[in-house]
């Protein structure tokens, strides 16, 4: 999942105002009924989202214009280019989702559940997904308040959340990048470990029948920084 350029100034948790931001003009200007333009903070947008698409709300224009942080009805925060976006309809109860407001440890979660894909055959598995026992699971868990992140398939893996990740993208798509990389989401092939705990995982296979687990897909994922 793309992640964008940096930010600069602390996040938004919502629809406000962008004057907090790095003061970069909007690529899309708001009509004169005061509502939010296209590309504008909380606009009601629409992208694709791995083979599917998502709808969500603009919360947060980025340092370079071309790109915009936004939250999706389904609780994830991605970045995503302007060009990628299209105007969209959301109802109430969606928009009060998306620009609720996050703590460190909320947003750390939903942007990681907004950026895990991992290629696993001809499926992209999220960060957060169903398993065939029809429990909820996640891959990668924030923790401590939002300074630790956790492998919750890989025994004794842990990443410490950098400071200023929040309000500097560029510092949380390095941090990012070494989760997709142990996650197999990158062809560095550093990842195998976990994609056969995943396989194992999605397939419902015990921990001790791995005999499919001889070749790993490490399809391309490109991160973008």
């Known amino acids: 999942a793309a992640s964008g350029p940096a930010a600069s100034g ?3 948790s919502g629809p406000a105002a962008s004057g907090d931001d790095d003061g970069s003009s909007s690529d899309g200007s708001a009509p004169s009924d005061g509502e939010p333009g296209f590309r504008d903070v909380g606009a009601h947008v629409s992208f694709k989202d791995g083979k599917g ?3 969500g709300v603009v919360l947060r224009l980025l340092a370079t214009g071309g790109w915009r942080e936004v939250a999706t009805v389904t609780g994830d925060v991605v970045n995503r280019r302007i060009s990628a976006m299209k105007p969209a ?6 928009v009060t989702r998306c620009t609720k407001k996050r703590s460190l440890q909320a947003w750390v979660q939903a942007r990681l559940d907004g950026d895990v894909r991992v290629p696993l055959g001809d499926e992209l598995v999220a960060n957060e997904f169903v398993a065939p026992t029809g429990k909820s699971t996640r891959q990668f868990v924030v923790a401590d308040k939002g300074a630790k992140v956790l492998c919750a398939l890989c025994a ?3 990443w410490t959340v950098p ?3 929040r309000n500097d993208n560029r510092i949380y798509n390095q941090f990012a990048n070494k989760i997709k990389h142990h996650a197999g989401q990158t062809a560095d092939k550093r990842g195998e470990g976990h994609l056969r705990a995943l396989r194992r995982l999605v397939q419902g296979v015990s921990a001790g029948n791995d005999s499919d687990d001889d070749d790993d ?4 994922d490109d991160d973008d920084d």
């Open 10 to 12: 602390p996040a938004a």
């Open 53 to 55: 698409s998502s709808r």
């Open 89 to 94: 309809s959301l109802t109430p109860a969606e």
């Open 156 to 158: 004794d893996c842990a």
């Open 163 to 165: 400071a200023g990740a």
């Open 217 to 220: 897909d490490d399809d391309d």
